[in-house]
């Protein structure tokens, strides 16, 4: 396991495709800018963690910093965190490479 040191500093933790990242930091604005972060990493597995509601403003607004549709932004997003492939929840929630209802976004 790897913790960032400093807000922000993904490149030192240099997260690749067969790297795990969980994302919470109780704090929106960090949320926001790790998430981006970490989604431009491609890592195998992303999770968020938060509530619902939370989880899908933090990928709406980042998809749209990033320039992407929520659809891109929520492939391999796991929010919550915990929910295997296959397994989503009602309420737009992302669970293995997309959105349960990505318009509730």
């Known amino acids: 396991m790897m913790v960032a040191e400093a807000f922000g500093e993904l490149e030192p933790l240099r997260i690749g495709a ?3 990242v969980v994302v919470m930091t ?3 604005e960090q949320d926001r800018v790790w ?3 970490a989604l431009g990493c491609g890592p195998r597995y992303l999770g968020l963690l938060g509530a619902r509601h939370r989880s899908a403003l933090l990928v709406r607004e980042t ?4 320039g992407w549709s929520v659809e ?3 492939e391999g997003l796991f929010a919550p965190v915990g929910l295997g492939p296959g397994r989503r929840w ?3 929630d992302c669970a293995g490479g997309g959105c349960g209802d990505p318009g509730a976004m």
């Not at 998809?63 to 990033?66: D, E, I, M, N």
Request: glycine share 16%; with cysteine.
């Open 72 to 74: 891109r932004a929520c």
């Open 18 to 20: 067969k790297d795990a």
């Open 26 to 28: 109780h704090s929106y």
């Open 35 to 37: 998430l981006s972060g």
């Open 63 to 66: 998809a749209a910093l990033l």
């Open 90 to 92: 009602r309420g737009g």
